[in-house]
């Protein structure tokens, strides 16, 4: 039987790569920060301009389907998963990177019904590295299929993570405990790309074994929850139990048996969900 969502996935990588190019172009040009939640979460006019045009496109071809998108969020939208056909975005995951001209940076579009992900897209625009992924179809990094690590030794893992934009002394000390305890465990060592959806896609790809963050967003990770899980990783909450898109907590890892042996050692702090009122 032909895949229903094979128009909307083909759309969404078409509308990813031509995002992608906005996003090279400006990273050449000047790049006028504002701020958003604190002093160091950033937007730029390239967010706002790449998060319409991508919405725009979709709406023409498919005018009742439903958006969570990261700026139209931060401009009063409700972030609401419904079962509805939903496009979840962010024009560009790694802002603060794209402010600094460090380059990775991604488009990630996701699409749920249902609330599960059908597929997922993750444009690395710099690198030019298209992640795809599809329920129960794989994922794939221009077009070559994508494979977990199979290291099941912590002590041999690489594992990924980000600061965040939360400067809050107690969460800083928070992450820094989680940190000391892994680097202790040991690992061979800790790396994070300053993109969520990047760093996913490396646990995809199987140079790192696992990535974990708490303060992400649902648009964040949706697109690429679906290309780790269909690359043979798994996806978990990090106190253990499943990964909730919404709960703005995630472990993505190559194995349970990495995912669990990184969750006792790290140190949790709540976060508000995305879907609280
Ligand atoms: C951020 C990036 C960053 C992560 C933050 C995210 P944005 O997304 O993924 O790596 O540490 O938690 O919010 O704001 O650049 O789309």
């Known amino acids: 039987m032909a895949d229903p969502w ?33 002093v160091v979460d950033l937007v730029t006019q390239t967010d706002q301009k790449v998060e319409q045009l991508i919405i725009h496109s979709v709406k023409e071809k498919f005018p009742t389907h439903r958006f969570i998108g990261e700026e139209s969020v931060a401009a009063g939208e409700p972030c609401v998963l419904s079962d509805s056909p939903t496009w979840i975005i962010d024009p560009i995951d790694g802002t603060t990177n794209f402010v600094h001209a460090f380059p990775f940076v991604a488009i990630s579009i996701g699409f749920a019904i249902n609330k599960q992900v059908e597929f997922g897209v993750v444009f690395s625009c710099v690198e030019d590295k298209m992640f795809t992924a599809r329920r129960g179809k794989g994922a794939f990094c221009n077009g070559e299929p994508l494979q977990v690590s199979r290291q099941e030794a912590v002590e041999q893992a690489m594992v990924a993570t980000e600061f965040g934009s939360n400067r809050d002394a107690d969460v800083v ?38 990535y974990y963050e708490i303060g992400i967003h649902v648009w964040d990770v949706a697109a690429a929850s679906l290309i780790v899980s269909e690359a043979g990783g798994v996806l978990m909450d990090v106190e253990g139990g499943d990964a909730d898109l919404m709960s703005r907590r995630i472990i993505a890892a190559n194995s349970k048996t990495i995912a669990e042996r990184l969750i006792k050692a790290i140190v949790p702090f709540s976060v508000p969900r995305d879907d609280a009122a």
């Open 6 to 38: 094979q128009n909307a996935m083909d759309h969404a990588v078409a509308v990813a790569r031509k995002a992608g190019e906005v996003v090279c172009e400006a990273l050449r040009g000047d790049r006028a920060v504002m701020t958003k939640s604190s």
């Open 173 to 210: 000390n928070k992450i820094f405990q989680s940190l000391r305890n892994i680097l202790c465990l040991p690992v061979h060592g800790v790396r994070g790309a300053g993109s969520a959806a990047i760093n996913m896609c490396l646990v995809a790809s199987g140079c790192v074994e696992a």
